[in-house]
C-alpha cells in the first residue's frame, strides 16, 4: 500500500515526489505553471539524488545476491540505504504540487513499514517478505523518480512514462503482499515482547495494544488498496492512450 | 415527473391575465434555470415578481422538480460562483430581464437541529453505559459494580451535564443561520463524538482506574475550572441569541453584557469556543485521563479553525471591528 500511494500521488498530478513539470508530459492538454528555476534545480537535484539513491540500493541488493549465492536475508546489506533514503521521502511533503494528504499518507505508510516493524522487530529482518516490498520499492521508486527529473526538464522518454504507468500492475501487488507478509510476521513477537504497549493500571489511564494496531493496520488494506490500485489503472489509461494519439515524446 | 421546458408564454399575447397586472407585461423578468455542470435547461419561470427573492424562486423549482427541495438547491450567477443567498432579491441581482440561473445539487440534507440532538444524545447515553459497566466491557466480576472513587462518579455528573446542557441549548437556546447541512455529516460527526466519549468513558469507568495524582485539591480545582467555563460559555450562547431577533439571520457584532462572563468578548471573537476549551482541560485534569486530553486537543484545533473564519468574516463584514480582539486565545490565537 505504500507502494501503491506513491504512484497514485504521482499519477495524481504528476507531481507526487518531484515536482510537476511544465507542459512536457501529456497529462491531458492542461498546461500547468511549472516551478521557477530556483525552485526547479531544487527539484532536479532532489529527484537525481533519489534516483540514485534508489540504484545505490539496487545494486546493493545484486551483488549481496551474487555475493552470497541466495536471495535469503539480504536486507542486512541495504538496510542503511534503504532508511535514509525512505526517510529522506518525507522531504516531499509540502514541495509537492499534489494533495498534502496523499502524499504525506504514503510517505508516512513507507515509513512505519521501515522503521515501526521491520527495524523495531529484529526477527522480521531475515523474511523473505521483507525482499519482496523492497524490491517492490526499489523499482518503482527508480522509475518514479528519473520520470520526475525528466519531465522537470521537458525530456521525458516514452519508455519511462510507459513503465511507469504499466510496472505498477505487478509491482503494487507485490509490494503489498510483502508489507502484509511482514506485518504478519511480527505478529508473535510483538505480542511476546509487549513492544510499544501500554497497558493499566498507570497515572494517565491510558492503554494501548501495538498487536492490535497492527491488526488494524492490516484490515486497512483492504479497503484502501483497491482504491489506489484501480484509481492507477484509470490513469493509465488516461494517461497512455492520450500519449497514443499524440505519438512519442521525443 | 418528465422535465419539459414550459412554453414560453407570449409577453404580448393577450390571454395573459389582461388587466391584471399594474406593470406592463414586458417588465415582468424572466428566469431560466440551467444545470451548472451541464448546462441543460432545467426549467423556465416566466413572469416571475420582481421583487421575489431566491427562496420563492427555489420553491417554485421544487414545483417542477419536487426530488430537489429549496435545501438541496444551490443557485449561482456563474457556475464556478458563489451560491446566492435565500434572501437576496431577483431585481436587485446584475441579471438582465430573462435571469440565468446555474443549479448544483447539495445532496442530501439534514437539518442541523436532527444532526446536534443525535450527536449529543449519543455520548451522553453511551458514557452511562461505561459508568454503570454494563456487561461485556469489562470482565464479568465487574458488571453493574460501582467505581470506589469519587471523582468517577463526579466526572460523570459533569459529563453528563455537559451533554444536557447542549440538548437542551440547541432545543432552546440557539438559532441557526442554515437551516441543513449535507446528510453524510450526521455519519462523520457522530462517529466522532460517539467513538470519543466512548473512548474516554472506557478508562475513566475502568476497573483499574488511578485518580489524579495530587488528589481531592486537584479534582477541587478542576471542578472549579469546569464549572466556571461552563457558566461562561452558556452566557455567550445567550448573549449570541439575544444579538438575534427569533427567525431572523442578522449578524452583530458581539459586545460585553453586564454579565461578566462575557466580558471575554473585550478579547476573542468566539468566547463561546474558548470556554468550551476550557471546560474540557478541567475535565481532563480532573480525571487525569490522557485520552480525554487528546479529545480536548482535537476539540480545540476545531474550534480554532472555525473561530479563524468567523473572525475573518466578522472583519470583513464591519469596518468597526474592535482591532484588541483574537479569534479564540486572548491575544495568542
Partial sequence: MAAAAAATAAAKGNGGGGGRAGAGDASGTRKKKGPGPLATAYLVIYNVVMTAGWLVIAVGLVRAYLAKGSYHSLYYSIEKPLKFFQTGALLEVGIVPSSVVLTSFQVMSRVFLIWAVTHSVKEVQSEDSVLLFVIAWTITEIIRYSFYTFSLLNHLPYLIKWARYTLFIVLYPMGVSGELLTIYAA???VRQAGLYSISLPNKYNFSFDYY??????????????????????????KILSHTEEHKKFE | ???????????????????????????????????????????????VEPHATIAEIKNLFTKTHPQWYPARQSLRLDPKGKSLKDE??????????????YFRDLGAQISWVTVFLTEYAGPLFIYLLFYFR???????????????????HLACICHSFHYVKRLLETLFVHRFSHGTMPLRNIF????????????????????????????????????????????????????????????????KIPYPTKNPFTWLFLLVSCPNYTYEVGSWIGFAIMTQCLPVALFSLVGFTQMTIW??????????????YPPLRMPIIPFLL
Avoid at chain 2, 9 to 19: E, F, K, M
Avoid at chain 2, 134 to 152: A, C, E, L, N, W
Fill in chain 1, 187 to 189: 505478529l508473535p513477537f
Fill in chain 1, 212 to 237: 492490535a494496531f497492527l491488526i488494524l493496520i492490516m484490515i486497512s488494506y483492504i479497503p484502501i488498496f483497491p482504491q489506489l490500485y484501480f484509481h492507477m489503472i484509470h490513469q493509465r489509461r
Fill in chain 2, 1 to 47: 415527473m418528465s422535465l419539459l421546458i414550459p412554453e414560453k408564454i407570449s409577453l404580448s399575447s393577450a390571454s395573459s391575465s389582461p388587466g391584471r397586472c399594474p406593470f406592463p407585461t414586458a417588465e415582468y423578468p424572466e428566469v431560466e434555470i440551467l444545470d451548472a455542470k451541464t448546462r441543460e435547461k432545467l426549467c423556465f419561470l416566466d413572469k
Fill in chain 2, 88 to 101: 437576496d432579491v431577483l431585481q436587485k441581482l446584475p441579471v438582465g430581464t430573462t435571469a440565468t440561473l
Fill in chain 2, 134 to 152: 454494563v456487561p461485556f466491557i469489562y470482565g464479568h466480576k465487574y458488571d453493574f459494580t460501582s467505581s470506589r472513587h469519587t471523582v468517577v
Fill in chain 2, 188 to 251: 462523520k460527526n457522530c462517529t466522532y463524538y460517539w467513538g470519543f466519549a466512548a473512548w474516554m468513558a472506557y478508562y475513566i469507568n475502568h476497573p483499574l482506574y488511578t485518580p489524579p495524582t495530587y488528589g481531592a485539591q486537584q479534582v477541587k480545582l478542576a471542578l472549579a475550572i469546569f464549572v466556571i467555563c461552563q457558566l461562561g460559555n452558556f452566557s455567550i450562547h445567550m448573549a449570541l441569541r439575544d444579538l438575534r431577533p427569533a427567525g431572523s439571520k442578522t449578524r
Fill in chain 2, 307 to 320: 473561530a479563524k473564519g468567523k473572525h475573518r468574516s466578522y472583519l470583513k463584514e464591519f469596518r468597526d
